[in-house]
């Protein structure tokens, strides 16, 4: 059953605690990508990977960090330093189309974190 | 930066009736994406269509592309209860490496 996943489902967090979500695909994509959705908002892009051991910042990259050591793993750190991080954070992955250009992104189910 | 912006913010329509949404954008494109979230779930890609297309069709859905008026419509035509959801477009901008950048999206209910 190929996919893409997240967990936890519901991450609580006190301030100041660095939280890591997890995000896990089985789909052999090469492009990973981390998203965060405020309510009744569109989706912005934190950071990206396009290959292994590498990654590039998004729109929002502030506060957040990100590691790429495995093809099929790319976890989202949510550090002290992301002053509003109670979001809804969508993970995603793709493939590549041709130069420059990839195909359709496949999204896992999200994680909502919230700081109490 | 978002790019892509639906319009309308919110639609209500009936079961049977046609739902139609609109994308414009502002830059260069390799394709525009569109997408369907249920509340609180992931996003579902729905369509994409290439710069070089005009329209395209897939199942209940059509998308049209207008690159000189850089702009893209989604219809779903005999909507259903279970249309209901958020649909976002989504630009891929040449040279942007399989970034995408979303419009704020349009809410779509459909009452029985």
């Known amino acids: 059953d190929g996919g893409i996943t997240q967990s936890p489902k519901y991450l609580f967090r006190k301030e100041g605690q660095n939280v890591t979500l997890s995000c896990e695909q089985n789909l052999n994509h090469d492009a990973m990508y981390w998203y965060r959705q405020d309510p009744g908002q569109g989706l912005r892009l934190i950071y990206y990977s396009q290959i292994v051991n590498d990654f590039q910042k998004g729109d929002i990259a502030e506060g957040y960090s990100v590691s790429r050591e495995k093809k099929e793993s790319f976890p989202l750190t949510v550090t002290s330093a992301q002053k509003n991080p109670t979001a809804f954070y969508l993970c995603?992955?793709?493939?590549?189309?041709?130069?420059?250009?990839?195909?359709?992104?496949?999204f896992g189910p999200g994680t909502r974190l919230t700081v109490l | 930066s978002q790019q892509g912006e639906e319009d309308p913010q919110a639609l209500s329509i009936q079961e049977g009736e046609n739902a139609t949404m609109n994308c414009s954008y502002k830059?260069?494109?390799?394709?525009l994406q569109w997408y369907r979230q249920n509340s609180g779930r992931g996003l579902v890609h729905l369509i994409l269509i290439r710069s070089n297309e005009r329209e395209k069709h897939s199942g209940r859905l059509r998308v049209t592309l207008d690159t000189s008026k850089k702009s893209s419509s989604l219809l779903i035509t005999a909507s259903r209860a279970a249309d209901t959801a958020s649909y976002f477009c989504a630009t891929d901008e040449e040279d942007s490496w399989g970034k995408l950048q979303f419009g704020a999206g349009t809410q779509v209910v459909v009452t029985p």
């Open positions: 995603a992955s793709s493939s590549v189309a041709g130069v420059s250009s990839y195909n359709e992104q496949f």
């Open positions: 830059t260069s494109i390799n394709n």
